[in-house]
């Protein structure tokens, strides 16, 4: 597809919007070949509007433009409203929860002040410009691992310029991150015969020295990091992880694994 994004808005009769679904092609690694999928993206129905179907509808309408576009399977990770709707009314599958893990650092909390307080953001954002400024490209810790996941090319990289995010090493890692009040780590490169536990813990000396009072990671349940965010971190079960296979030839999506930088709001 050389679309950038998929979806449908309905109108009323007085030509106002009253609903939107949209998806996001993405290329991903599944059983070490390139598929195209489109990553499910924010829902939305005017209250005035809500109970007559629309949701449903649009999404019917998108899931047979994706086909018609050589998109095999659409995936995501619905919140608590719309997941019945997806699950009953659209037939996805889903297999496991995402985990979150969020600590909370003593620090001077600068971060979570420039976030309230425009005035300090700007004086923020000077102080630790040469911190925040730097993105360097690196692969997915998942199909580094080799598991199936979404394929994190440059132009991936460059899309995701949208939010202000970068990256910063600890030791010969290099850590993706964006703050926003929090320290919220997108993922960190994987690499062989590497002390992760210590990578874990100047990554929390990051966040202090970057006034950052929390640190957050989202990550599939079967993923690496697991063992060792268990030891340092509060655990607690995040969003449902769900998909659709819209072609008859779409390979098994349920392996697929994510981190928070795979997120299209990071």
């Given at each position: 597809?050389?679309?950038?994004?998929?979806?449908?808005?309905?109108?009323?009769?007085?030509?106002q919007p009253a609903a939107f679904y949209g998806v996001f092609p993405v290329l991903c690694i599944i059983n070490?070949?390139?598929?195209?999928?489109?990553?499910?993206?924010?829902?939305?129905?005017?209250?005035?509007?809500?109970?007559?179907?629309?949701?449903?509808?649009?999404?019917?309408?998108?899931?047979?433009?994706?086909?018609?576009?050589?998109?095999?399977?659409?995936?995501?990770?619905?919140?608590?409203?719309?997941?019945?709707?997806?699950?009953?009314?659209?037939?996805?599958?889903?297999?496991?929860?995402?985990?979150?893990?969020?600590?909370?650092?003593?620090?001077?909390?600068?971060?979570?002040?420039?976030?309230?307080?425009?005035?300090?953001?700007?004086?923020?954002?000077?102080?630790?410009?040469?911190?925040?400024?730097?993105?360097?490209?690196?692969?997915?810790?998942?199909?580094?691992?080799?598991?199936?996941?979404?394929?994190?090319?440059?132009?991936?990289?460059?899309?995701?310029?949208?939010?202000?995010?970068?990256?910063?090493?600890?030791?010969?890692?290099?850590?993706?991150?964006?703050?926003?009040?929090?320290?919220?780590?997108?993922?960190?490169?994987?690499?062989?015969?590497?002390?992760?536990?210590?990578?874990?813990?100047?990554?929390?000396?990051?966040?202090?020295?970057?006034?950052?009072?929390?640190?957050?990671?989202?990550?599939?349940?079967?993923?690496?990091?697991?063992?060792?965010?268990?030891?340092?971190?509060?655990?607690?079960?995040?969003?449902p992880f769900g998909y659709l296979k819209i072609s008859s030839n779409c390979p098994e999506l349920k392996k697929?694994?994510?981190?928070?930088?795979?997120?299209?709001?990071?």
């Amino acid at each position: 597809s050389g679309a950038s994004f998929i979806g449908y808005i309905a109108y009323s009769i007085d030509k106002q919007p009253a609903a939107f679904y949209g998806v996001f092609p993405v290329l991903c690694i599944i059983n070490n070949e390139k598929v195209l999928l489109a990553q499910s993206g924010n829902t939305m129905t005017h209250k005035e509007h809500q109970g007559n179907g629309l949701f449903v509808q649009l999404a019917k309408l998108t899931y047979e433009l994706c086909e018609n576009e050589n998109i095999k399977g659409v995936f995501g990770f619905p919140n608590e409203n719309s997941l019945p709707g997806f699950q009953r009314k659209l037939e996805w599958q889903f297999n496991g929860h995402l985990l979150k893990y969020s600590k909370r650092v003593k620090t001077l909390p600068i971060a979570y002040l420039a976030f309230k307080y425009s005035f300090i953001n700007s004086i923020y954002k000077k102080l630790y410009q040469t911190k925040i400024n730097k993105r360097e490209w690196f692969n997915s810790s998942i199909i580094e691992h080799g598991k199936d996941s979404i394929e994190r090319s440059l132009s991936f990289w460059n899309y995701k310029t949208y939010h202000p995010n970068f990256t910063f090493n600890v030791g010969d890692v290099k850590v993706w991150a964006k703050i926003n009040s929090t320290l919220y780590i997108g993922d960190i490169e994987f690499k062989k015969e590497v002390d992760y536990q210590a990578i874990i813990k100047g990554i929390i000396k990051q966040a202090i020295k970057l006034g950052c009072p929390k640190i957050v990671f989202q990550i599939s349940e079967d993923h690496w990091l697991n063992q060792y965010l268990s030891n340092e971190f509060k655990q607690e079960k995040s969003l449902p992880f769900g998909y659709l296979k819209i072609s008859s030839n779409c390979p098994e999506l349920k392996k697929m694994q994510f981190t928070l930088a795979d997120f299209d709001t990071f």
